[in-house]
T-cell receptor, first 112, second 116 residues
Framework: QQQVKQSPQSLIVQKGGISIINCAYENTAFDYFPWYQQFPGKGPALLIAIRPDVSEKKEGRFTISFNKSAKQFSLHIMDSQPGDSATYFCAAIQTGANNLFFGTGTRLTVIP | DSGVTQTPKHLITATGQRVTLRCSPR?????VYWYQQSLDQGLQFLIQYYNGEERAKGNILERFSAQQFPDLHSELNLSSLELGDSALYFC???????????????FGPGTRLTVL
């Protein structure tokens, strides 16, 4: 059973556009939601993370929007650049637990 | 560069064989996590060690085992390999991994295992 559902599976965006990736979860015990970026041949790298006590977190061009009541969160990449082309994973974890539950990933391609 | 190192980068072996994957955590990190990334299952947690002791188990097969040594490096042992074990295996590390907080997990570059 997939604990974190992610969509879309792939996304193509023009340079300068906004990329939006959505995730949903069921387990209300989750209280930490990181996003990881993975380039081919590399391991996932933490991009940005949020806790459910805030509805939005912004770091540079990357913003997480969080809707606790809907149990959904999303990553927005503003002014998308070709260098953002990578696979993005949302994840969730419960404080006190030890393992991250990952979404299935979104392959983002930003075309010049 | 996350500071987590994994060897080897690639491993090709035959069914029925046994392999060992090695991971060195970031300096100062006490917890090591192992994840398997396959096309059909995505990224799945296998097991966690904290300061030499097993802390949590996920979807790890009985044919797989791990350990963390006094110098904090960890090894993942995969035996009686099957075609379906072909995947990327990632190691991650974090500062503590205790119940009091959620530490960022930093991932290594992975080991690509191919079972023929």
């Amino acid at each position: 059973q997939q604990q974190v559902k992610q969509s879309p599976q792939s996304l193509i965006v023009q340079k300068g556009g906004i990329s939006i990736i959505n995730c949903a979860y069921e387990n209300t015990a989750f209280d930490y939601f990181p996003w990881y970026q993975q380039f081919p041949g590399k391991g996932p790298a933490l991009l940005i993370a949020i806790r459910p006590d805030v509805s939005e977190k912004k770091e540079g061009r990357f913003t997480i929007s969080f809707n606790k009541s809907a149990k959904q969160f999303s990553l927005h990449i503003m002014d998308s650049q070709p260098g953002d082309s990578a696979t993005y994973f949302c994840a969730a974890i419960q404080t006190g637990a030890n393992n991250l539950f990952f979404g299935t990933g979104t392959r983002l391609t930003v075309i010049p | 560069d996350s500071g987590v190192t994994q060897t080897p980068k690639h491993l090709i072996t035959a069914t029925g064989q046994r392999v060992t994957l090695r991971c060195s955590p970031r300096s100062g990190d006490l917890s090591v996590y192992w994840y398997q990334q396959s096309l059909d299952q995505g990224l799945q947690f296998l097991i966690q060690y904290y300061n030499g002791e097993e802390r949590a188990k996920g979807n790890i097969l009985e044919r797989f085992s791990a350990q963390q040594f006094p110098d904090l490096h960890s090894e993942l042992n995969l035996s009686s390999l099957e075609l379906g074990d072909s995947a990327l295996y990632f190691c991650a590390s974090s500062v503590t991994g205790t119940s009091q907080r959620t530490d960022t997990q930093y991932f290594g570059p992975g080991t690509r295992l191919t079972v023929l």
